[in-house]
């Protein structure tokens, strides 16, 4: 079993910046991908960015390609999403979430077995 919990979200102003973290406990040492989702009101959710455990491979949604950046550091076993130039389309609930498989098909969730209980990114203009 895994356990994440997420952090550091919040409300800023869109041009902002907030870097969401997501601290993974119990038997990770099998993950194998690692990501982040978002729901908006009224949206199915979405997959964001994708963190390939060993190689370090990434993933990203059009919608955020070169404004976030998917990260871990392992010695902490947490997993960041830095997110820069904010837009009000990125207000939603954003979730980490692993995945033990071996192998992903983006943007598919059902590979992620394990998930957080989200964290809120609200962006006003």
């Known amino acids: 079993q895994v356990q994440l919990v997420e952090s550091g979200g919040g409300s800023v102003q869109a041009g902002g910046s907030l870097r969401l973290s997501c601290a993974a406990s119990?038997?990770?040492?099998?993950?194998?991908?690692m990501g982040w989702f978002r729901q908006a009101p009224g949206k199915e959710r979405e997959g964001v960015a994708i963190f390939r455990a060993g190689s370090g491979t990434t993933l990203y949604a059009d919608s955020v390609k070169g404004r976030f950046t998917i990260s871990q550091e392992r010695s902490k076993n947490t997993l960041y999403l830095q997110m820069n130039s904010l837009k009000l389309e990125d207000t939603a609930m954003y979730y980490c979430?692993?995945?033990?498989?071996?192998?992903?098909?983006?943007?598919?969730?059902?590979?992620?077995?394990?998930w957080g209980q989200g964290t809120q990114v609200t962006i006003s203009s």
């Open positions: 119990g038997y990770t040492a099998s993950t194998n991908y």
């Open positions: 979430a692993y995945s033990t498989l071996a192998s992903y098909r983006w943007p598919q969730q059902s590979e992620f077995a394990y």
